[in-house]
């Protein structure tokens, strides 16, 4: 019976009710695209470099697990120091140079004859392997999303590269040019900012690590069997405290419109309250009739939600080929439960105002 | 239409103990111009002769004698005040009422506007607190009880019948009579809902919302959600107020009907002496105090 109540009271106003609902659906496509999007992107960078193929990463001391905010301090020499060390097969100094002139694109510096040794080639959909200084390969899902082809003119950094090839995407990056021709537009002669080391086979990799330590004290040495776990939001600085604030603003969004509906709710049914009163109906009941319609629009504003976020990843997705947003099951649930606390949140002081309502004054409303 | 189903209220068999209690209760035929000809009425519930009175007597100041008062009263008002403040100045709408219903009587309550009857019987219903005296709603002290004390209270003994009707807008007549019985707490009695609206005459209108129905209908549904539960107490509040001469009469009779043959015992207030002669007895109120008690005839 009270869900009867409750059903027909938040359709008797159906544009406050229709606002509430996108409203929370907002808020929870919010917090599903902005996790998706965070994650997902760490996710497909991850699943990139575990392409190369490489069994160990070394970093300068205190480099970040996100290459992009590599520099490049270590001399390009330190590739055939690892190339003597027992077990290792192949090493690939890479160079990289984050870029945001038309996108964000980090770009691998490689050389091709070393790079090819570690991750067994690209795989070629149009052209050929770089030949030239200023020959630049691009991966299948940049040059859509760029609209490049073979043999025209990319420009980066303010040099116009040459498009040799469009590859395979997930070896590494979405660009690649010679490793000596980034160094030069970026002034790191003989720099790398990462070596990819390919071993005799996969299972010596922790002897190649600690026959490394002691010659590279304090260098960052990873196993990129884990670099997918590393690869998360509390590695990020900042990171967390973004997705955290952007959920808090959702929330906000969600917390105030129901607030402020449930508010005038309870103004407007003043005089339903002291009907409710008059028959019997004690402060819980009221209470709950009220969260319950909050609960009930939340419930539909989280349908609402999901909705969008599929619908707004199909558009990102096809406005924007490299974006990669990854919707989890783990993360609607959240966002669902978040908007419903917010949502509950913010009904409740209107619903304990309401149920504190004289009844005798509630029936004389009008 | 009215059916004429019995049912069996608990308050029909308070009154019956009343009958044979030998307080006065001796069936008598009415003389009332609109009842007398329908309704056999009992003596004993406050028909009142002047010279009998002992004014010393809470129950004879209310319009009982002494024979009368032997019967357990269902409603007891004793030395009751209620205040309302406006601003810093007290102002008083009830200046010590004492008031008695026995069960099973359809009691009118008249007077001017502003002598304190709305308030007499919100005290009453517990919808209002009082300030001083004595409250007693069978048995029950309200005066001592809070807020959820007596909304409890009114869940399962009082019935409420207003002069707008205020039923919930947004339910049909069917959800605005079986909330109070979601209310209550027993879940929804099919047999007992469709006894009380094929009482009152509801079983077509049962999918109207009110703003598809009469003020008469409309009217009919609130008398059947407060007797849904089967209350000790039916308090009225002008509730022909906003009717007309056809619908109104259509109310009060079903009013009688229901203390008649369910014995439920009913407070009304109303302004119309016509109205009055539907009931037992009519009691006056003036300036905040009740001034007689005549008999309806």
Known sequence: MIWQLIVNNVMRRPVRTVVSIIAVGV??????????????????????????????????????????????????????????????????????QFSSSGGVDVIYGIDPKSFREVSGGFVFLEGHDMEGPDDILVDDWAAKAKNVTVGGTFRLLDHDFHV??????????????????????????????????????????????????????????????????LMSATNLPGLNAFIDSMIALAVAIGFLVILLSMYTTVIERTRDIGILKSIGASKAYIMRALLGESILICVIGVGVGIFISYVARMMFLSSFPTLSILISPDWIV???????????????????????KDALESLSYD | ???????????????????????????????????????????????????NRDYNNPACRSGLTHKESRVEPIV??????????????????????????????????????????????????????????????????????????????????????????????TLDARGNIAIAQHIYGDGFDPHRFEVVTKLLGLTERLRHR??????????????ARAIINEPKI???????????????????????????????????ITHNPEAAEYSDRAVHMRDGVIVDGIPAD
């Open chain 2, 1 to 51: 239409m009215l059916c004429g189903v019995k049912i069996c209220f608990p308050s029909y068999q308070i009154s019956k103990q009343s009958e044979s209690s030998g307080c006065g209760n001796k069936p008598f035929h009415t003389s009332s111009k609109r009842t007398g000809s329908k309704f056999t009425r009992f003596a004993g519930y406050g028909l009142v002769r002047k010279g």
């Open chain 1, 334 to 356: 959240r966002a669902a439960v978040i908007a419903l606390s917010g949502g509950l949140l913010g009904a409740s002081y209107p619903a304990w105002l309401a149920s504190r």
């Open chain 2, 210 to 223: 009110p703003s598809e129905m009469s003020g008469g209908e409309q009217q009919r549904v609130a008398i």
């Open chain 1, 164 to 229: 040799a090839g469009i590859v395979e995407h997930g070896k590494g990056a979405r660009l690649f040019v010679p490793i000596a021709t980034l160094q030069d537009l970026s002034g790191s002669r003989d720099k790398a900012s990462v070596f990819f080391i390919k071993n005799t086979r996969p299972e010596h990799t922790q002897a190649v690590i600690d026959e490394m330590k002691p010659i590279f004290p304090g260098y960052e040495i990873r196993p990129l069997k884990d670099f997918l776990s």
């Open chain 1, 27 to 96: 808020e929870v496509a919010l917090v599903i695209l902005i996790v998706g999007l965070t994650s997902g992107l760490l996710q497909e960078t991850a699943k990139r470099i575990e392409g190369i193929g490489a069994d160990i990463m070394l970093q300068p001391p205190s480099a970040s697990v996100f290459l992009a905010f590599s520099g490049a301090p270590m001399p390009i020499k330190i590739a055939d120091r690892l190339r003597e060390l027992k077990y290792v097969q192949a090493v690939a100094p890479v160079l990289l």
């Open chain 2, 76 to 169: 007891v008002t004793e030395n009751l005040w209620k205040l309302y403040h406006a601003g810093k100045v007290e102002v008083p709408a009830l200046r010590g009422v004492n008031f008695r219903v026995l069960p099973g009587e359809f009691v009118t309550v008249m007077g001017p506007s502003g002598c304190g009857k709305s308030s007499l019987l919100y005290v009453i219903g517990g919808l209002a607190q009082a300030s001083r005296g004595k409250v007693l709603v069978d048995g029950n002290d309200l005066v001592t009880m809070n807020d959820s004390e007596r909304t409890k209270l009114r869940r399962h003994k009082i019935g409420f019948v207003f002069q707008r009707f205020n039923l919930l807008p």
């Open chain 2, 234 to 268: 039916i308090l009225a509040d002008e509730p022909t107020g906003n009717l007309d001469t056809q619908n109104s009469e259509i109310v009060l009779s079903m009013l009688r009907q229901l203390n008649k043959e369910l014995g439920q015992t009913i407070v009304m």
